[in-house]
């Protein structure tokens, strides 16, 4: 029995100096995506994960969404975000080329990131080979944002989907933000 007692004391002492041990660590600062120690207060914009951004491209291949979009390249990019859980504020190609809330400018595309030219849109599907997602001449479908055609069009600028950024136009409907 006493080896008991002393073993459960031994195991409550331990515990508590473990308990102490952690409670003296410095608290970790947190950061920026870029890995900049966070300002106090300051609300860190999260992105979205690798499955995340593979829905965006499942929403992409599914056809109700194509059909139900409109034939513009804003309204089906604003559909297929609508479709994977990831609403915001309806916006034009140029003003997503301008920059838009919900949204972060980046320089190295993610899958699902938004590509914008002055006037059209798509979502980057896979950008190590610089395919996109849009309406083309023929219809939605893919193709290479460093053709002759695109490159063409100017500088594209990327932009990538910022989660719990404040949709002032959004509102929540079972569980799923949509656009007012």
């Not at 859980?85 to 993610?110: C, H, I, K, M, N």
């Not at 590509?115 to 080979?129: E, F, K, L, N, T």
Request: with cysteine; hydrophobic share 35%; glycine share 8%.
């Amino acid at each position: 029995m006493r080896f008991y007692v002393k073993s459960a004391v031994a195991v409550l002492v331990w515990g508590l100096g473990l308990c102490v041990a952690v409670a003296q660590q410095p608290l970790q600062q947190s950061r920026t995506p870029s890995g900049v120690p966070a300002k106090p207060g300051r609300k860190i914009d999260r992105t979205l994960t690798q499955d995340e951004r593979l829905s965006i491209i499942a929403a992409a291949l599914d056809s109700k969404v194509r059909r139900n979009s409109g034939h513009d390249c804003s309204h089906l990019v604003h559909a297929i975000y609508e479709r994977a859980g990831f609403p915001y504020a309806y916006a034009s190609s140029d003003d997503l080329y301008d920059g838009v809330e919900g949204f972060r400018r980046v320089t190295q595309p993610q899958p699902g990131d938004i590509i914008v030219w002055s006037g059209h849109a798509g979502i980057v599907v896979r950008p190590s080979h610089h395919v996109f997602f849009s309406f083309l001449t023929a219809g939605p479908g893919i193709d290479d944002y460093l053709s002759r055609y695109w490159i063409g069009r100017g500088e594209p600028r990327f932009y990538r989907y910022v989660k719990d950024d404040a949709c002032t136009s959004c509102t929540s409907v079972t569980g799923v933000r949509t656009t007012r």
